[in-house]
């Protein structure tokens, strides 16, 4: 049997939202919904950052950065 999907939306039950945490660096902890494309960091101020429209493929190298701080300054502060 085939799965067909209507529309553009995920099917329901999902997930669309992927976590990351860190424990070190600035960044305390990376969401990214896929289904939007939005990336909200969250600092170690305790602030949070929204960005828009980041390619899935930015946040898995955010992810996998020896220092995801860096790879923040360097990719997406100025990009997003």
């Not at 070190?24 to 960091?41: E, F, S």
């Not at 898995?60 to 300054?73: D, F, I, K, M, V």
Request: with cysteine; proline share 8%; net charge positive.
């Amino acid at each position: 049997a085939k799965l067909r999907q209507t529309g553009g939306s995920p099917p329901i039950g999902s997930p669309t939202m992927q976590t990351r945490t860190f424990t070190t660096g600035r960044i305390r902890k990376a969401v990214y919904d896929t289904a939007t494309q939005q990336l909200d960091l969250h600092w170690d101020s305790k602030t949070v950052q929204a960005y828009k429209q980041v390619p899935a493929e930015v946040y898995r190298r955010l992810c996998s950065a020896p220092n995801p701080t860096t790879y923040w300054e360097d990719r997406i502060a100025e990009e997003y």
